[in-house]
């Protein structure tokens, strides 16, 4: 008797214990289930996206400008930072790299090269032109002066810009009207990517965002290159011009031609890259 019981308490046991057991892992369905009204809303006819549509406009932004700064964008500036890692797998999978700069409050994209996996370009490296190049260093040269004295903010006259940049052309760059139309043109496509703020007419305001367009160390390499210059033209019978270093300089045409400027690290932030298929990514 007192085995059947025994034997039959165990029976019990084993069926109880068999009940309440977790379920095998390999029955676990490997992605969860997601009830449909939890589903994603539909942006579009037919969306198969999975991102808010916030998070998609920043993703798109950063695609087709070459920066997003917090201080002009904090709506954009903050879902990025909440969804750093999904935007940046999203860009990864494009082989593109995401930039997030929190202290100078900047983020930019860069192109993704490797010598081992055939990697297609979808970004292209847009240097900038010689003026837009001479203006980005007295820019570098007057902010890293005036940062290193305190300032918390460094603003530049466009007068000053001129004076200083009109000395780096060489005679056969064109007339004075000529010269300070490029100036012009420079500062218009440097404003327009966030470098520098014209606060009123003539005014500007240098942003850090300069620090990583021209990096300290390309800052020596094009000052050298401008006192070479100016040793050069006095040489020749040429005046020296006082450069942002300090001596005179003049900038030549084709051999001896002004250094493309390049942001710290190597890699520029690039732009999308220009296709035959215009509506591929936006210019």
Same mark, same amino acid.
């Given at each position: 008797?007192?085995?059947?019981?025994?034997?039959?308490?165990?029976?019990?046991?084993?069926?109880?214990?068999?009940?309440?057991?977790?379920?095998?892992?390999?029955?676990?369905?490997?992605?969860?289930?997601?009830?449909?009204?939890?589903?994603?809303?539909?942006?579009?006819?037919?969306?198969?996206?999975?991102?808010?549509?916030?998070?998609?406009?920043?993703?798109?932004?950063?695609?087709?400008?070459?920066?997003? @700064?917090?201080?002009?964008?904090?709506?954009?500036?903050?879902?990025?930072?909440?969804?750093?890692?999904?935007?940046?797998?999203?860009?990864?999978?494009?082989?593109?790299?995401?930039?997030?700069?929190?202290?100078?409050?900047?983020?930019?994209?860069?192109?993704?090269?490797?010598?081992?996996?055939?990697?297609?370009?979808?970004?292209?490296?847009?240097?900038?032109?010689?003026?837009?190049?001479?203006?980005?260093?007295?820019?570098?040269?007057?902010?890293?002066?005036?940062?290193?004295?305190?300032?918390?903010?460094?603003?530049?006259?466009?007068?000053?810009?001129?004076?200083?940049?009109?000395?780096?052309?060489?005679?056969?760059?064109?007339?004075?009207?000529?010269?300070?139309?490029?100036?012009?043109?420079? @500062?218009?496509?440097?404003?327009?990517?966030?470098?520098?703020?014209?606060?009123?007419?003539?005014?500007?305001?240098?942003?850090?965002?300069?620090?990583?367009?021209?990096?300290?160390?390309?800052?020596?390499?094009?000052?050298?290159? @401008?006192?070479?210059?100016?040793?050069?033209?006095?040489?020749?019978?040429?005046?020296?011009?006082?450069?942002?270093?300090?001596?005179?300089?003049?900038?030549?045409?084709?051999?001896?031609?002004?250094?493309?400027?390049?942001?710290?690290?190597?890699?520029?932030?690039?732009?999308?890259?220009?296709?035959?298929?215009?509506?591929?990514?936006?210019?």
């Amino acid at each position: 008797m007192t085995d059947r019981i025994e034997d039959g308490a165990t029976e019990q046991t084993t069926e109880q214990a068999t009940a309440h057991a977790p379920d095998d892992p390999r029955d676990t369905a490997f992605i969860e289930t997601v009830a449909m009204e939890n589903d994603p809303e539909e942006c579009f006819p037919g969306d198969r996206g999975v991102l808010d549509p916030e998070v998609r406009r920043v993703l798109v932004r950063l695609l087709q400008r070459r920066f997003l @700064l917090a201080e002009r964008n904090p709506e954009d500036w903050s879902v990025l930072l909440e969804n750093q890692q999904i935007v940046e797998s999203r860009l990864h999978d494009l082989f593109v790299r995401l930039v997030v700069d929190q202290g100078r409050g900047v983020a930019y994209k860069q192109q993704i090269r490797s010598d081992e996996l055939e990697v297609p370009v979808l970004l292209r490296d847009d240097a900038y032109t010689r003026p837009e190049t001479l203006v980005l260093v007295y820019l570098r040269t007057v902010y890293q002066r005036e940062s290193t004295a305190g300032e918390p903010s460094v603003r530049v006259d466009v007068e000053e810009i001129e004076q200083t940049v009109l000395s780096y052309f060489a005679d056969g760059d064109g007339n004075t009207a000529r010269r300070q139309k490029a100036i012009g043109t420079a @500062l218009a496509r440097l404003r327009q990517e966030g470098i520098v703020e014209e606060e009123s007419e003539g005014r500007y305001r240098i942003s850090p965002l300069v620090e990583i367009v021209l990096s300290a160390e390309r800052l020596r390499e094009l000052d050298d290159w @401008l006192r070479e210059q100016a040793r050069a033209s006095r040489a020749s019978g040429g005046e020296g011009s006082e450069t942002a270093g300090g001596e005179g300089s003049e900038v030549a045409d084709g051999e001896g031609s002004a250094p493309d400027a390049e942001p710290a690290g190597g890699e520029a932030p690039a732009e999308p890259a220009e296709n035959d298929q215009r509506g591929d990514i936006a210019p």
